[in-house]
C-alpha cells in the first residue's frame, strides 16, 4: 500500500483526491508520450511480481540484439539500485528510480528521470516498474505498450487473481518456462485465464537462461518500433541549458553538454532538458 497515494483505498485516501491524483498523473504522462513520439522512442512499461524474471528479460535481450538496438531503462526499485546495476553490466544504460514507499511508478517520476540519460537517441526505452501486480497497472507513464512477465513458478491463477493487471497488458511473457519440467503448472491453464481477462490475449514463453521465446519477444518488439518510428528521429532535442555532469549512483550517465565518466557509462548526446513546468510555459 502507497503512503502516498493509497492505491485507492477509501478509508485512506478520498476517491476524488485520488481521481486528481491519477487525472495529474495522465496529464504527465501525456507529456511523456508526446516526446517519446516525437523521437520515435518506443517505450515499454514492463511489469510483473518481485521475482517475475523481468531484468532477466532485459538481460537476455540485450543478449539477443547484440547491440543492433539502442536499449536504455529506468528501474523502480522501493529500495536499491541492484536491476539497474545488472542492466548496465549487460551493456543497457540504465537509471534506478528508488520509490521509498510506493509500489508502482508514476509518470512524474520517469519525467524527471529523463533529464538525466541521452534517451532521446533510443531504439527502445524500458520502463521496469516496481515489482507488484496491483498498483502499476493504475498509473500510465507515457508508454506505448505494457508487456507483463508472469513466471511458470508463480500458479496458474495469476490472470483471474489480478485481472487489472493482465486486462492492461499488451503482452504477457511467460517467464522462467525452463523450469515447467519441474513443476506442476498447467501453461494451457494459464492460457485459458488470459483468455478471461486480456482484449486480446498475447503470450510469449520465455526462458531468459536458454533462450527460449527471446526471438519472438524481439521480433514483436520490432513489429512495435515500426509503428511508432518518426521520421525526425535522431534529431536534437536539446533545448539549451543542460548542464553536463554525470547522474548520481556512481554509473556516470552523462548528459546535456558535459562529459559524464562513470564506470563504462559515458555517453554524450549534446542533449539538454527542460523541467516540466519550464516545458509547459514555452508550450510544449
Known sequence: MCSDCGCGDPELVPVEVHERILAGNDAVA???????AARGVLAINLMGSPGSGKTAVLEATARALGGRLRLGAVSGDLATDRDAVRLIAAGVPSLPITTGSACHLDARLVHDALHAPPWGDLDVFFIENVGNLVCPAIYDLGQAANVVALAVTEGEDKPIKYPVMFNKADLV???????????????????????????????????????????????????RRA???????????????GHGHSHGHGHGYGYGNGHGHGPGMGHDHGLSFLTLDEEARRGR
Open 30 to 36: 501525456a507529456h511523456n508520450r508526446a516526446h517519446f
Open 227 to 241: 509503428e511508432v518510428a518518426a521520421p525526425d528521429h535522431g534529431h536534437s532535442h536539446g533545448h539549451g541549458h
Open 173 to 223: 511473457l511467460l517467464t522462467k518456462v525452463d523450469l515447467l519440467p519441474h513443476l506442476d503448472v498447467d501453461v494451457a491453464a494459464i492460457e485459458d485465464g488470459l483468455a478471461h481477462v486480456m482484449p486480446v490475449p498475447r503470450m510469449i514463453r520465455l526462458s531468459a537462461k536458454t533462450g527460449e521465446g527471446v526471438a519472438d519477444w524481439v521480433a514483436w518488439l520490432d513489429a
